[in-house]
């Protein structure tokens, strides 16, 4: 014969047992789910990681031609041409030469 006491000791511990049990499966879930977005992410960035595209703001941009030092001595650049791969836009980068 089963108390009253016993079968509320024993609800209380099926009802723990459920809720770990709910608690663990969702953090199941959530870890697949990370899983699944890092893996999206690390497939877009198999190749070097590409700088986004000004214009349209894919991931898509390549350097395409960076030229030698220009300018006078003492105020000297490079210059970088940038071409996005999905929208076909060219992006022209300037840098200073940093001195020392």
Excluded: H
């Excluded at 198999?46 to 003492?74: H, I, N, V, W, Y």
Aim: net charge positive.
């Amino acid at each position: 014969m089963v108390t009253p006491i016993e079968a509320s000791a024993g609800k209380t511990l099926v009802g723990w047992i459920k809720n770990g049990a709910d608690k663990l499966f969702k953090y199941g879930k959530r870890i697949a789910t990370l899983e699944e977005r890092v893996s999206a992410l690390e497939n877009a960035l198999k190749t070097l990681p590409p700088e986004a595209c000004p214009f349209c703001g894919e991931r898509a941009m390549r350097l395409q031609e960076q030229s030698g030092l220009m300018g006078d001595p003492g105020k000297q650049w490079t210059e970088e041409i940038w071409r996005c791969e999905k929208c076909g836009k060219k992006y022209y980068e300037r840098e200073k030469l940093k001195s020392r």
